[in-house]
Every structure is written in C-alpha cells, then in structure tokens.
C-alpha cells in the first residue's frame, strides 16, 4: 500500500495520527477511504475515530483536490483591507467558488483564516507562494504557469 | 562542527566562529521573513549574489539571507553592513546599483532610503519613526542572524543562557529567577509563568513534558510566526532552559502547517543542535538530556487551547476539556504539562542571562518587559512592532505606525484578536499592558492589533469576528456552539437591515451567558468583540436597528449608490467600469444608477475621479429621482 512508507516514518504509532494524515494530504491531496482504513488497521484506531479526526481539522480533505491550490486570507487584516473583493476576482479568474475545485481538477480554491503576512493584505496564495493583492491580470498570468 | 562536550567547549567554539569573522567585512543582508518573501526578497538576494560573482566580489563581500525586521510594509529590506545602511523595497533591478555605488563606490543610494515626511532621507534603520520607537528586545538580532545558521546564533552570544543556567543554576534557581522576573504569558491570558513552572516541576509523576505553542490562529496576528522563522534558536533556548528547570526530558513543539517556513527552520535547528551537542543526551557534558519533537497542527483555531492542543499531540480530535484539574498537574499523556506560547520561551534566554532585575525594571508594575504586536489594518507602517508594556495605543498608532492611511479619521483599533475587543479614540491614550486592556473590555491576547478608520462599521466588524468564532467553535459545548450562532444570526441581520427592536439588548443578555457558560476561553471572550463594540459604538447598532441606516455606509443592504447630478461631468468612467450595466448616461449628461440593477460592488465609487466625487454614497435616505433635465451642470476639472 503506497501509504506504508508514511505510516513508517512514524513507526505505526497512535498518537502520530494527526501527523500521518497531514502527510498524507500533502502526497495524495486528499483521504481516500481505502486509504484511511489501511491507516486504522496499522495504527489499530477504529475507522470512526479516524473519521472524527479528519474531519475535524480544517486542512483535510475527504474528496479529491485540484493539482494547484489557490487560498485567498480572510483573516482581520486582509478583511478590513478588501478580502472579499480578491476573493470575488479568484473566483471570477478560476471560475469556481470558494471550497470548490474545477472540473478538470486543475485549481481549487479555498478561503483561509490569516496566512500570517497581514502587512501584505489583501493576500492569497497560490501552491504557497504569495501574492499581495493581485490583479486580475496578474492572476490570469499566475494561472497559465498552473498545469 | 564537532560535537560540544563541555560548556569551556561551547565558550571556545563561540570565540573560534568570533575569530573566523571579520566584522569589517561588507555583508549584504537580505530579509528573508514571509513578508518579504512575498515581495520576491529571494530573487534580489540571488541578484546580489550574481552581480557580485560578476563583478569579481565574490569572496570579499558576504550575502546573508536574515529572519523578519518587522517593517512588512517596505519589503524587500536590505541592510548592507557593516555601515548599516538600510534600503527599502529593494527591486532585482536596483541591484546593480547599489553594488555599484554603495559597496564599491561607499556612497549611498538616496532614492533607496526611508523619507521623512519633511522628504530627508534616513540612512539607518534605527532612525527610522518605525524603529525609533520601539525597544526591540526579541527582534534585536533578526537583522544579524541567518535562522538556517547555528553560528551566527552563537556569534551573538547564542546558548550562553542555557551555559550560565546548567553551569551554575539548580532548576529551582532558575525557577526562581524567571519567577521573580514576573514574566507573564504572552499567548493571551497573562498567566505568570514562572508560578505555572513551579506548579509543574512541583507535581507528582515521574515524568513531565513542556510545550511550545506555535499554532499562532487569531486572523490578523504574526508575531510568533516571524520569531521562529527569523530567529529559531531564540525560542529553543528558553525552551531548553523551561525543561531543565521544570525537570522535563522532552518537549514538543506544536507548529500551524500554515507555516511551512517555520517547520522548515525548526527542524534545520534542531538537527544543528543535535549534532552540537546542545540538545539529546548529556548536553554540554553536564548531565542533562532533554529531546524536542515537533507536531505540525492541522487547522484547528480551538487546538491552540492548552488542553485542546495537548489532545491534538495524543493524535486525537484537538477539542478542550473541562480544566478542573489544571494540564500542569495533568495534561499530555495525563503527565505535568508547562505550556507557553513562542513569545514566552523567546523571553526566558534574556531574563537567564541579563536577571530578573534587569527585566523587571522595563514595563508597567503588573507587567513586564516587552510586547510584540503586528500592527496592521488601515494605519500606514504595517508590520511587527515591539514596545516596552505600557507604551500608549496613541504612540503605537501614530509615533510608530505613523498614523491612518489615506489621511483618513482613526475610529477604532481591535486587540486581542476575535476574543479581544474594539477601543475607541478616546482611549487612545491609555497605556497597553494585560490589566489595562482588560479593564476596558479587551484583552492583550497574543498581540494583534488591528486599526480601523471611519470606513469601518462596527456590527459588520462584530459580525466577522462571530462568523470566525461559530465557524472554528469545536461545538463540544452548547453555549459556545449555539449562542455564538444565534449572536452571529442577529448580527446579520441587523447588518441586512432586518434589525428588530431589542435586539442590541438581546445580544447583550445572550453575551452574558456565553461567556459564563462556556467550556473554554474561546466561548468565554467570544462576545467580546460584540460587547465591546456595543460599549463604544452603541449609536451605531441603534442606527442599524432604529433607522436602517449604516453611518460608515459599509453594509450592503443598506447604502445605495447615487450619481450627484450636480457634481457629474459625465467623463464616462462609472458607465464604463460597472459589471452589470446598472449606469446609463450619454456625453454631456448626468450619470444615472439604476437601483434594481445595482449590485452595489463599489466599481463606480472607486472609478469616480477624485476631484469630482460625483458618485456618492447613501444609506438611511430614499435614493433622489435622477433630475428631468439630465444636461451636465458641473464644469469638467472643477473641484466639487
């Protein structure tokens, strides 16, 4: 199973749950189910509490994700200073909406509770790089670099 | 390096790497924290590092990548040593320049520096008003030190305070000693530390933990984030020292994975340290071993509780539980837990090597020391400020973040992030410290501090804050998953103009018992925002409610857009920029907004030229009828 080599690293240990999914995401871009009951049977936690995890914390994702993920910060900072407004441009560049991935599985876009760069707000992210308030040009450029 | 096995083996590697350097050397050091990151700092550091291959200076110039100086605003920051001239927003394109003119030529590039208003040039950063201000205790060697770099740590005296406290402190000594500092935590409540290490190292078990709290979540806040990626070591000294004087052998870290470049540092430092031989078994030969893991949290506001977050290290559901007994009697793994956030752990080196009293004497009587804050919102320096406690929102606002942008009017400023409350002008002058900014209804919290100006409405801002809130409510407990959502639903609709009489009260009672019924301190400060809010701003929910009027004409549902017939010149522009065709107007006639079409996007109020600001905005008045005669009346240029 393809995930073994993550569950290795942290050698099958319960309370490393948390860490395996997070890398897990990282690899697959999502939770398939087939792959979360190899993680129950390994770590020897039942599926249901698994479940309860993953969909507790904000980063996991239980359907399949885009190839390139676009986060537009929310937080305080970029709120006062026109989130909504970037936020409204993604979407009208991206054509989905917030929490959505595109059909061809190229982009998905999420809103995110503070990057931590406020003094750069409004600002997003595209596969971890940061853009300060980009327009609708900048953005249409970004996304042709985007497999 | 070899592996350090005394603390003469770590003084005299110390003067070795001190021998190795020459500190007349030119060093061009970059910023390199997430801000400028963003402003493409890497591609000018790698500038440098071409145009000084390509110009023979290779070797005689050194190019340094260093954590965050904190004025996010002017990124890139370039500061070339060791004359220390600072240069602001650094382009690739300016490099040649500045190669050529200020490391060869020694003249410095004006254009470069920092403007007084008065439009003088400042050469260094700690005359800059954004610096000058600040009494920069933690961030002082940020500008010094590579993170990636253990060295350059040491070269400012790094791990001398872990030398001084193993060598010649018992645990209770230091215990003492961070006591009688009077440290207090800086990740919200204030707790003093050193009373919380003494009741860890005091209770019964035979084996302890300390954690460091990096899930910095409170939107609008960054400071712990730029400690750890800009001076990593700093925070795992005073950890190390935590865990020696609480009698723990291990620690964890618990770090956002929304910061990717601080797990990145830590685990580069901790391999450093490991190597070293200042952390593992035997550290520094003195007998003392002590092991740090790090734990990447998942997106979880709530998990950045201290019983939340140790749940969230057991690989469970990061929820808190009810805190009869206290984590430092029983918390991760059932085991005496000491939980400080980044800031905290950043402190303790200082107080170890300079006392108790040298810190004690900076700050206010209940609190001491310094402050990180991330200034940011509509106030023009934004960035990272550090200020000794009871420094003035006045002086913080104005004196260092040189004041609100676009000359507009102060109106508010949030602390605390979205359990802290708003503070209006006229308290602008009371000194910021954890007992004043309780007294008025806010809190310190972790040190966000966000300025509104007079575009800002204060229920929208209310109603944010609970969005944020009900959404990262665990919902383990009722008052905070209900009453945060039913105080949130009132808010919208007061903001859609749906307000009903009493509701100002209704969010008052429910306040009340959101905040003594709640499980955890985020039910508990919920309402703070709204309370706050209400206190200061109580016109401006009337208004809302009575006559369906928002004064800052920022809620949607109740501001219209209307085309000033006596003040259009019919330039075209908001006809133009409008999405939904909502404007019709021909050459030489007034501009009209057609209300059932408007979507009230703000295009047109943008577009509008400054000087004839004929598109304005209405809230709490019926919309004019577009006049019979629509021939322009106002002259073109005219001021209006």
Same mark, same amino acid.
Not at chain 2, 333 to 362: H, M, Q
Not at chain 2, 373 to 388: A, D, I, M, Q, R
Not at chain 2, 532 to 538: A, P
């Given at each position: 199973m393809p995930v073994d080599h993550i569950i290795d690293r942290y050698d099958a240990r319960r309370e490393a749950l948390v860490q395996i999914l997070l890398d897990v995401q990282k690899e697959l871009r999502w939770l398939p189910r087939n792959v979360l009951k190899r993680v129950s049977d390994r770590l020897g936690v039942t599926l249901r509490e698994i479940y309860n995890v993953a969909t507790f914390y904000k980063h996991f994702s239980?359907?399949?994700?885009?190839?390139?993920?676009?986060?537009?910060?929310?937080?305080?900072?970029?709120?006062?200073?026109?989130?909504?407004?970037?936020?409204?441009?993604?979407?009208?560049?991206?054509?989905?909406?917030?929490?959505?991935?595109?059909?061809?599985e190229r982009f998905s876009l999420h809103t995110v509770n503070c990057v931590g760069c406020c003094a750069l707000g409004p600002v997003m992210t595209v596969d971890g790089e940061y853009l300060s308030n980009p327009t609708t040009e900048e953005l249409e450029k970004v996304c042709e670099t985007c497999e | 390096m070899a592996r350090l096995t005394s603390l003469e083996d770590l003084e005299r590697y110390r003067q070795e790497v001190l021998a190795r350097r020459d500190p007349k050397?030119?060093?061009?050091?970059?910023?390199?924290?997430?801000?400028?990151?963003a402003y493409k700092s890497e591609k000018v550091a790698h500038a440098f590092q071409a145009e000084l291959e390509a110009k023979g200076l290779a070797g005689k110039v050194d190019v340094r990548r260093t954590g965050c100086h904190g004025f996010c605003e002017r990124g890139p920051i370039v500061v070339m040593l060791p004359e220390e001239t600072c240069y602001l927003k650094v382009k690739v394109e300016d490099v040649p320049e500045l190669v050529a003119e200020t490391l060869v030529g020694g003249k410095v590039v004006e254009r470069l520096l920092y403007r007084t208003d008065a439009g003088e040039g400042v050469v260094h950063e700690n005359d800059i008003p954004f610096y000058k201000h600040q009494t920069r205790l933690l961030f002082h060697d940020n500008l010094r030190i590579d993170p990636t770099n253990l060295d350059d740590y040491l070269a400012v005296g790094g791990y001398g305070a872990l030398a001084k406290a193993l060598g010649s402190m018992t645990p209770e000594q230091v215990v003492a000693e961070v006591k009688k500092s009077n440290l207090r935590g800086r990740g919200g409540a204030g707790f003093p530390a050193g009373v919380k290490w003494e009741t860890t190292r005091n209770s019964p078990g035979d084996e302890r933990y300390v954690l460091v709290n990096a899930d910095e979540g409170d939107p609008g806040a960054y400071m712990d984030r730029s400690i750890l990626e800009g001076n990593p070591h700093s925070v795992l000294e005073g950890f190390i020292i935590g865990g020696y004087a609480i009698g723990a052998r291990t620690g964890y870290?618990? &770090?956002?994975?929304?910061?990717?470049?601080?797990?990145?540092?830590?685990?580069?430092?901790?391999?450093?340290? #490991?190597?070293?031989?200042?952390?593992?078994?035997? *550290?520094?030969?003195?007998?003392?071993?002590?092991?740090?893991?790090?734990?990447?949290?998942a997106g979880a506001f709530v998990s950045g509780e201290s019983s939340a977050l140790m749940s969230s290290i057991e690989g469970k559901v990061g929820e808190p539980r009810p805190k009869y007994i206290r984590t430092s009697v029983k918390g %991760?793994?059932?085991?005496?837990?000491?939980?400080?956030?980044?800031?905290?752990?950043?402190? &303790?080196?200082? *107080?170890?090597?300079?006392?108790?009293?040298?810190?004690?004497? *900076?700050?206010?009587e209940g609190s001491k020391g310094t402050k990180v804050?991330?200034? &940011?919102?509509? &106030?023009?320096?934004?960035? %990272?400020?550090?200020?000794?406690m009871g420094m003035s929102l006045r002086r913080i606002v104005f004196d260092i973040g040189g004041g609100i942008r676009e000359g507009r009017a102060f109106k508010a400023v949030q602390t605390g992030g979205p359990s802290g409350g708003v503070i209006p002008e006229s308290m602008l002058d009371l000194p910021v410290d954890f007992d004043e900014l309780t007294k008025v209804g806010s809190m310190m919290g972790s040190g966000g501090m966000i300025v509104m100006d007079d575009n800002t409405c204060m229920p929208d801002v209310a109603k944010y804050f609970l969005e944020f809130l009900a959404d990262e409510s665990c919902g383990k407990c009722v008052p905070c998953r209900e009453g945060v959502w039913q105080m949130l639903q009132i808010l919208t609709r007061m903001v859609k103009g749906e307000g009903r009489e009493g509701d100002v009260e209704l969010?008052?009672?429910?306040?009340?018992?959101?905040?003594?019924?709640?499980?955890?301190?985020?039910?508990?400060?919920?309402p703070n925002p709204v309370l706050?809010? *209400? #206190?200061?701003?109580?016109?401006?929910?009337?208004?809302?409610?009575?006559?369906?009027?928002?004064?800052?004409l920022v809620c949607k549902a109740l501001t219209s857009y209307w085309v000033d017939p006596d003040k259009c010149i019919a330039c075209g522009l908001c006809k133009k920029n409008c999405p939904v065709g909502a404007i019709s107007g021909e050459k030489k006639q007034v501009h009209v907004v057609d209300q059932a079409l408007c979507t009230k996007c703000d295009t047109c109020f943008q577009v509008c030229p400054p000087k004839t600001?004929?598109?304005?905005?209405?809230?709490?008045?019926?919309?004019?009828k577009p006049p019979e005669d629509l021939a322009v009346r106002a002259a073109k240029g005219k001021k209006g």
């Open positions: 239980l359907v399949p994700q885009g190839r390139h993920q676009m986060s537009v910060c929310v937080g305080t900072a970029c709120h006062v200073r026109g989130a909504q407004k970037l936020l409204d441009r993604v979407s009208n560049v991206v054509g989905i909406q917030a929490g959505g991935t595109s059909k061809d | 050397k030119p060093c061009v050091t970059i910023c390199s924290g997430t801000g400028c990151r870290v618990y &770090v956002r994975q929304e910061y990717p470049l601080a797990v990145e540092n830590l685990i580069g430092a901790l391999d450093d340290l #490991h190597e070293a031989g200042l952390l593992g078994e035997n *550290i520094l030969g003195t007998g003392f071993s002590f092991e740090i893991l790090i734990y990447r949290g %991760l793994f059932d085991k005496p837990s000491n939980l400080n956030n980044v800031e905290t752990w950043a402190n &303790v080196p200082l *107080i170890i090597s300079r006392g108790a009293e040298w810190f004690a004497g *900076i700050g206010t804050f991330s200034l &940011v919102g509509k &106030v023009n320096n934004t960035g %990272l400020v550090e200020v000794p969010l008052e009672d429910l306040s009340t018992t959101v905040q003594d019924a709640s499980l955890c301190a985020l039910g508990q400060s919920a706050s809010s *209400i #206190h200061y701003f109580r016109d401006e929910y009337r208004a809302h409610v009575e006559e369906k009027r928002c004064p800052a600001r004929a598109v304005t905005k209405l809230s709490g008045q019926p919309v004019p």
